[in-house]
């Protein structure tokens, strides 16, 4: 069975930074992609970052502020926010892809405050 621990979220003051990560469990193989996901309140589950091998995408509104990084070695995914905003308030989800499956975390409060 496949775990996703995420830990990391927390309440910050806008201009602060928090970091995220994800530790993967249990029987992956051929992990393909990790990333992360949020959902504020009364919207959709937006893209945040991805991460592969070859290539790392960010979304237009966390480009330059967001770095997503992997220790392939540890199956974990860390996504290091700086200069927060109070709109990057939302619950956070770390995604894995692998060759065969899509798995998702718990979710992780991030607050913002203004």
């Known amino acids: 069975q496949v775990q996703l621990v995420e830990s990391g979220g927390g309440l910050v003051q806008a201009g602060g930074s928090l970091r995220l990560s994800c530790a993967a469990s249990?029987?992956?193989?051929?992990?393909?992609?990790m990333g992360w996901y949020r959902q504020a309140p009364g919207k959709q589950r937006e893209l945040v970052a991805t991460i592969t091998n070859r290539w790392i995408n960010y979304s237009d509104s966390v480009k330059g502020r967001f770095t997503i990084s992997r220790d392939n070695a540890k199956n974990t995914v860390y996504l290091q926010m700086n200069s927060l905003k109070p709109e990057d308030t939302a619950v956070y989800y770390c995604?894995?892809?692998?060759?065969?499956?899509?798995?998702w975390g718990q979710g992780t409060q991030v607050t913002v405050s203004s």
């Open positions: 995604n894995v892809l692998s060759a065969s499956h899509n798995y």
């Open positions: 249990g029987s992956i193989f051929s992990i393909n992609a």
